[in-house]
C-alpha cells in the first residue's frame, strides 16, 4: 500500500471521528430536552388519567346524592307537618277507641329541636286489654305519618272489672321536618357613601 493511499485512509478515519464528535457534541443537549419531554409527556399522561379517575368518581358521587335526595325527598313526605303533630291527640283517641281502650290523659311535653326535625313529644295514659294495647300499637305503626311510641310502663289494674285489666303510660312522639334556612345574602358591593362636604358659608358684605 502506498504512502499516499495510506494517508487518505487515515484522514478519512480522522474525519469520520471528529464528525462523530461534532455530532454527539451538537446533540447531546438535543438529547437531554429529548428526555425532558418524555418525562414531561408521562407526568401529563398520568395527571390525565388521574382527571378521567376523578371524574368517573364524581358521577358516581353525584348518582349517590341523586338516589340519598330521592329517599330524602320520600321521607319528608311522611314527616307531620306542624298542622298534623297538632292532632296527634286527637288521632290517638280515634285509634285508640278502633283498638278498643280508654285514652284516660295526655300530657304534651317540651318541644326537642334537632338538625333536620324537631321533636314533639305527648306522654299518654291509657286502660287497657294486653291484646287490645298490642293491636293500637299496630295501628300506630300503620299510621300515614312518622310517629313513634315508646317508654312503655305496664301496671296492672287490681280493681279492675276485667274489661281493663291494666294501665299504660307511654310517649308518643312527632317528628317536624326543619327546612333548611336560607344561606346569608352576598354582602353588597356598592360603594359606601363618602362623608358630606360641608356646607359653604356665604359671608355678608360691610
Not at 28 to 46: F, I, M, P, V, Y
Not at 51 to 79: R, T
Request: glycine share 6%; proline share 8%.
Amino acid at each position: 500500500m502506498n504512502s499516499n493511499l495510506q494517508k487518505q485512509i487515515l484522514i478519512g478515519g480522522l474525519v469520520g471521528i471528529l464528525v462523530m464528535a461534532l455530532t454527539y457534541i451538537f446533540l447531546g443537549g438535543k438529547r437531554d430536552e429529548l428526555k425532558s419531554l418524555e418525562a414531561t409527556n408521562k407526568t401529563l399522561q398520568q395527571d390525565v388519567d388521574k382527571g378521567y379517575s376523578l371524574k368517573a368518581n364524581a358521577q358516581k358521587l353525584e348518582k349517590q346524592i341523586a338516589e340519598n335526595q330521592k329517599y330524602i325527598d320520600a321521607l319528608i313526605k311522611i314527616m307531620p307537618t306542624d298542622a298534623d303533630r297538632g292532632e296527634i291527640p286527637y288521632r290517638m283517641k280515634k285509634l285508640a277507641d278502633t283498638a278498643g281502650i280508654d285514652q284516660v290523659s295526655f300530657v304534651v311535653e317540651n318541644p326537642i329541636k334537632k338538625t333536620y326535625y324537631t321533636e314533639f313529644p305527648f306522654t299518654f295514659t291509657f286502660k287497657v286489654g294486653f291484646h287490645s294495647f298490642g293491636q293500637f300499637t299496630s295501628l300506630v305503626s300503620g299510621y300515614d305519618k312518622i310517629i313513634n311510641i315508646y317508654d312503655m310502663q305496664f301496671k296492672r289494674d287490681t280493681k279492675s272489672n276485667g274489661t281493663f285489666p291494666a294501665t299504660v303510660a307511654c310517649k308518643i312522639s312527632a317528628f317536624v321536618y326543619n327546612p333548611a334556612e336560607p344561606p346569608p345574602p352576598p354582602p353588597s358591593t356598592a360603594p359606601k357613601p363618602g362623608p358630606k362636604a360641608p356646607a359653604a358659608t356665604q359671608s355678608q358684605g360691610d
